[in-house]
């Protein structure tokens, strides 16, 4: 079982959104969180919630169950309002709050192991900090157990030097967690019902409290402010790069590149500097991105290369190419070798196997077959102002240079529009189409033109 606090207003963020919904990585906090204790394997999830209780609601959806904190009395009694939910379960429960995103699944488990081994009433996550202003302090025995925890603004002289810290996650023996809550006072500085007060009452009444203390610190960041939230940040995105080069990706540059938490990436694709990976995006092996490219909710396959280029929720198929300075809007779907050049945008379109959109062209609400090639400049001119309409490019067609394609339109199968022309008619199989007005040329009428202009010039500066 696992209870997430995420019911703290988190008034130093200064921010319209709730604090635990600020991304690191692309994620909100308590995504992270959950997501973590979802890979411990708790059988049940439940999230208290206080301010911004509906948004994180929404954001969660089904994957947890929630109580609701309406007064904010401290984590004692933010633990307590999931009475009714755990309160008659046996077993461990694991408490960990919603604002510290950098706590590792291998880290939980460990603790858990030493938790259930030792039969331990309960079990504190602690880690070293060289500054540990703002944390509470872990105070041990001669045997090292742990005797209580203090907050910073309880400590003494001396507690206040300790640098093992408490986390905020804990291990309770479930019924004996409980069972101490009815015993917490709000006896401090802050007025408060300290969840750390379980501790020294667990200790008094002679049951078996250890800790757990992690190999990295970073673990413990728990983000209270924007400073914070930059910190974690940056850690997570240099444990993201780790994960992703441990598993065969080259990261030319980590500093400026960014990856998101949910992005997956396979071997022996290489990022350059400036890439931004974002949301759920899926890169295939072998693949080449950026620089300066940024794709987010994609789908590429492998052997893809894009450069300076922007994707939003595109599929991209083997072996194809995108960029330099392509933009791939939401619906966008390539097939397999297909390229789409410098200036080019598609949007909510198909384009085919061996189709070639190479420059300047803007194919929107299109269906584009095999091996298409689309000319420098073409448009397919898909808004009437009113409504949106198809434009239909079967496979082996040519669609020449500056051709503007006025939807609803279909070019035929093996058919060639001639550049400059404007359809408004479909193309049948194999035809040709020309739609442009015949060319007139006019002898000296240029020199007319250029006389009759002086002439003007010459009187506007005498009057």
């Known amino acids: 079982m696992a209870i997430v606090l995420a019911a703290g207003q ?18 909100p906090m308590v995504g992270h969180v959950l997501q973590t204790v979802e890979k411990v394997r708790c059988e049940r999830s439940v999230v208290v919630v206080g301010h911004g209780a509906e948004a994180v ?21 933010a633990v307590k309002q999931a009475k009714d939910l ?60 742990v005797l209580r925890i203090v907050e910073q603004k309880d400590c003494s002289p001396e507690e206040d030097a300790v640098r093992e810290i408490n986390t905020g996650t804990y291990c309770f023996d479930n019924a004996k967690l409980f069972s101490a809550l009815e015993k917490v006072t709000n006896q401090n500085a802050q007025q408060e019902y300290y969840l750390t007060d379980v501790i020294g009452i667990m200790k008094e009444a002679g049951e078996k409290v250890l800790a757990y203390q992690t190999d990295d610190h970073t673990e413990s960041i728990g983000v209270n402010d924007r400073l914070a939230l930059s910190q974690a940040e940056s850690f997570m995105r240099e444990r993201i790069a780790r994960y992703h080069m441990l598993n065969g990706v080259t990261i030319i540059d980590p500093a400026s590149t960014y990856v998101g938490a949910d992005v997956t990436i396979g071997a022996d694709t290489i990022l350059n500097p400036g890439t931004i990976l974002k949301g759920n995006t899926v890169i295939g092996e072998q693949c080449e991105i950026g620089p300066q490219s940024e794709i987010e909710d994609s789908v590429i396959g492998d052997r893809v290369t894009v450069k300076h280029s922007v994707l939003n929720r595109a599929e991209v198929g ?13 619906g966008s779907k390539l097939g397999e070798h297909v390229k789409v050049g410098d200036f080019v945008e598609v949007k909510n379109s198909t384009i085919d196997d061996g189709s070639k959109v190479s420059h300047l062209s803007y194919i929107g609400d299109a269906k584009v077959g095999k091996n298409v090639n689309v000319g420098c400049g073409a448009i397919t001119v898909n808004y009437d102002g009113y409504n949106k309409f198809v434009t239909e490019i079967e496979d082996d067609a040519f669609v020449g240079s500056n051709v503007n394609l006025i939807a609803p ?36 009428y240029a020199e007319k033109i250029r006389a009759r202009a002086r002439a003007k010039k010459n009187s506007q500066s005498q009057s």
């Open 409 to 444: 339109v279909k070019v035929g199968k093996g058919a060639f529009v001639v550049a400059g022309s404007t359809i408004t008619h479909s193309v049948p199989e194999n035809d040709l189409a020309i739609a442009r007005i015949r060319q007139e040329n006019k002898p000296g």
């Open 57 to 77: 609601r929404s954001y969660l959806g089904d994957a947890a169950e929630y109580v609701l904190q309406e007064q904010q009395l401290g984590t004692g009694h």
């Open 86 to 145: 755990l309160g008659h379960e046996q077993g461990s429960t694991l408490v960990i709050c919603g604002d510290t995103p950098l706590v590792t699944a291998e880290t939980l488990e460990s603790m858990l192991e030493l938790h259930e081994t030792s039969k331990a009433s309960a079990t504190v996550l602690t880690a070293h900090m060289d500054n540990p202003k703002g944390y509470g302090r872990v105070i041990r025995g001669e045997a090292g157990d």
């Open 10 to 27: 988190g008034k130093r963020m200064k921010s319209k959104l709730y604090k635990v919904l600020h991304p690191v990585c692309g994620k």
């Open 318 to 330: 083997e072996s194809s190419t995108v960029g330099p300075f392509a933009y791939l809007r939401p």
